[in-house]
Nanobody, 128 residues
């Protein structure tokens, strides 16, 4: 079974940057699409971004377009979420999630909540 884990969270000021990492410790990620989601206190979980297993396709929520960039290095078994121009409303627990995309193709991406394997999350706090 795939196990993924997030790292790189922390506290930054308005306008700052953070880079989150999603790593796998059991299986390789190169056959999995990876989604990033977040959940703020008192709010429902929302999708942030997704990258296909090949890395050639990405998609973003409107709220982060132009500020966040998702990428992956399959040789390092790691997916990255570069977050720039952070705002207080970006404060949340960020989760990465994986979905085996063999049946959907290596360019499959989705912001729907249909991923199979989830990490424990990493806290991101942005102060004004």
């Amino acid at each position: 079974q795939l196990h993924v884990a997030e790292s790189g969270g922390g506290s930054v000021q308005f306008g700052g940057s953070l880079r989150l990492l999603c790593s796998a410790s059991t299986l390789t990620l190169d056959m999995y699409a990876i989604g990033w989601f977040r959940q703020a206190p008192g709010k429902e979980r929302e999708a942030v971004s997704c990258i296909s297993s090949s890395g050639s396709s990405t998609t973003y929520a409107d709220s982060v377009k132009g500020r966040f960039t998702v990428s992956r290095d399959n040789a390092k078994n790691t997916v990255y979420l570069q977050m720039n121009s952070l705002k207080p409303e970006d404060t949340a627990i960020y989760y990465c999630a994986a979905k085996l995309s063999l049946l959907y193709g290596s360019n499959w991406v989705s912001l729907d909540d249909e991923y199979d394997y989830w990490g424990q999350g990493t806290q991101v706090t942005v102060s004004s």
